[in-house]
């Protein structure tokens, strides 16, 4: 319950991705009634790989939501960063192997909102979140917020939400969000599109690996996301193969997620068989290859106006840098609960969310436009294109070294931090 309220505070959550779901969760947890307003028809498995870094897991973990996880995914071992020859630029352990109280996982994104799905229809009262909603409009007026929804296919309207307060997890290209900014425009392209796919395969390197390969201009990256095909002595392997492009060459936003061959991309990683990995393997045993453009937006100088705030991909998208797109979202959602749970009131509550995780999150996206960890690949290749015989002679180990930890301190995820929230104090 809300401090300084006689009733439970009641919020209207737009977006039934993995932002507004664990938002539905955490806020639950607070004492917090909640609504849940999704506009796809049939919540179901979509997407590719993600990673769940350690302070992610940890909320995961208070949710009950950690044994899920295990069974479904991969709990990360090592993260490896290479050249476009295959050489060994940086390694590190990651998760529980690297000394942190909580695992890192790798998981199929679908995977991961089904797992929330359904310990959201588990707790919440029934009713709670709703399907084929897509929002129309909003406001506020005496009696709080108010979201009026329309049927997705008909348009017709469906149902009109009230609350205390509207959240915003309606991703990207947030409705919510561009009410509040209407000359944003579309999200900033980077030059840079992206690959993704799946492809079964035998396991490499540790079976629990992570490798980033190449440069700022091509990438390959690829982990595995399935524990059900580790038990069976295969590897899923999610894979990007990434190429940069004329700026103008963004499709436009009707096309993002499209299905295309691969012959449009395949041939510039045609030679990045390293022998231990196989980029044109893993491309040629994929079913079914999506495009997206690699896009964000600029960190906003507000998140909430009035009683209405932004969460997850509505308040920072970033590039997909640093493996922390889906994690910042859920630690949006604890913070988010955490605040309402212990300020006098609602406005109090969203004030201090938004000071406690606009900067941060803001510091992370302007990160990863820097290119996050994955300089390091970028260093390799200005200082080495040809190659070299030990990366020390061309990166200094101290300078790796503080790329990589710099990069946790700012998203958040170092050791000592995780650890001492693990340890409750």
């Known amino acids: 319950m809300v401090a300084g309220h006689r009733n439970a505070a009641r919020a209207v959550i737009v977006g039934g991705g993995i932002g507004g779901l664990a938002a ?7 004492g917090v009634a909640v609504e849940v307003h999704e506009a796809a028809r049939e919540i179901r498995p979509l997407g590719v790989g993600i990673n769940l870094q350690p302070h992610s897991v940890l909320i995961l973990r208070e949710l009950g939501l950690e044994p899920a996880l295990a069974a479904t ?3 990360t071992a090592e993260l490896i960063y290479v050249n ?32 929330l799905y359904r310990a959201a229809l588990a707790e919440l009262p029934p009713g709670s979140v709703r399907t084929g909603h897509v929002l129309a409009d909003f406001g506020e007026d005496a009696q709080g917020v108010y979201a009026h929804f329309v049927d997705r296919e008909g348009g017709v309207p469906v149902a ?4 205390d307060f509207l959240v915003a997890a309606d991703g990207i290209h947030s409705a919510v969000r561009r009410r509040f900014y209407p000359d944003e425009g579309e999200p900033k392209f980077s030059g840079r599109i992206l690959w993704r796919a799946t492809t079964e395969t035998e396991p490499f390197l540790t ?14 990256v690829c982990y595995p996301i399935s524990e059900e095909a580790r038990r069976r002595g295969r590897s899923l392997v999610n894979w990007i193969a990434e190429l940069r492009v004329p700026l ?48 964000d937006r600029d960190p906003l100088p507000r998140w909430t106006h009035g009683r209405v705030t932004l969460l997850g991909d509505a308040a920072h998208p970033m590039y997909p840098v640093g493996s922390n797109g889906a994690s910042q979202a859920i630690l949006d959602a604890r913070e988010l609960a955490d ?18 995780r606009r900067p941060p999150t803001s510091a992370v996206v302007l990160a990863n436009r820097k290119g996050g960890p994955d300089r390091v690949l970028q260093l390799a290749e200005e200082r080495a294109p040809n190659g070299f015989a030990h990366v020390e002679d061309v990166i200094p180990r101290a300078e790796l070294e503080a790329i990589a930890a710099g990069y946790k301190q700012t998203a958040g995820f170092d050791r000592e931090t995780v650890n001492r929230k693990a340890a409750g104090r």
């Open 24 to 30: 539905a969760l955490c806020l639950h947890r607070a």
């Open 84 to 115: 476009k020859f295959g050489q060994h630029i940086w390694q590190e352990p990651r998760g529980r192997a690297a000394g942190y109280a909580v695992p890192q996982y790798s998981i199929h994104r679908g995977e991961l909102q089904m797992i």
């Open 73 to 75: 995914g991969i709990e």
């Open 248 to 295: 103008d060459a963004t499709p436009p936003r009707t096309d993002w997620n499209r299905r295309v061959e691969k012959s449009v991309f395949r041939e510039p990683f045609a030679g990045w068989d390293f022998g231990w990995l196989s980029a044109p393997a893993l491309i040629d045993g994929a079913d079914a290859v999506y495009e997206f453009p690699m896009v």
């Open 207 to 220: 079976g629990r690996s992570m490798v980033w390969a190449g440069h700022d201009s091509q990438k390959f």
């Open 160 to 163: 009109t939400a009230r609350g």
């Open 339 to 356: 605040q309402l749970a212990g300020q006098p009131t609602i406005d109090a509550a969203l004030a201090a969310y938004e000071q406690a």
